[in-house]
Nanobody, 113 residues
Framework: VQLQASGGGLVQPGGSQRLSCAASGVGLDYYAVGWFRQAPGKERERISCITDDTTYYEDPVKGRFTISRDNAKNTLYLQMNSLNSEDTAVYYC?????????WGQGTQVTVSS
């Protein structure tokens, strides 16, 4: 089982970025899925997830980020808009179910001019 996160990089404040998380060895449609992030000196936090086909967003990203899942491509996405410096972090994708918990390797997003 592998979750491969990609799409991170350097982006200017106010810009957009789309993260992808390609899964192999596991069908994402059988799991709850989500995105977490960990900023320097802070704990990893969940920012968005899909459970039972319902999407959830934490307040810091609500209205700016959009999570989606393409079951045909077995890929999870996170569209991030209106980025600011507080969004700088390593972003992780996650898939979980009872007795299962899979993490991607993380992709760095840096928001800076």
């Amino acid at each position: 089982v592998q979750l491969q996160a990609s799409g991170g990089g350097l982006v200017q404040p106010g810009g957009s970025q789309r993260l992808s998380c390609a899964a192999s060895g596991v069908g994402l449609d059988y799991y709850a899925v989500g995105w977490f992030r960990q900023a320097p000196g802070k704990e990893r936090e969940r920012i968005s997830c899909i459970t039972d086909d319902t999407t959830y967003y934490e307040d810091p990203v609500k209205g700016r980020f959009t999570i989606s899942r393409d079951n045909a491509k077995n890929t999870l996405y996170l569209q991030m808009n209106s980025l600011n410096s507080e969004d700088t972090a390593v972003y992780y994708c996650n898939a979980w179910a009872p007795s299962y918990n899979y993490w991607g390797q993380g992709t760095q997003v840096t928001v800076s001019s």
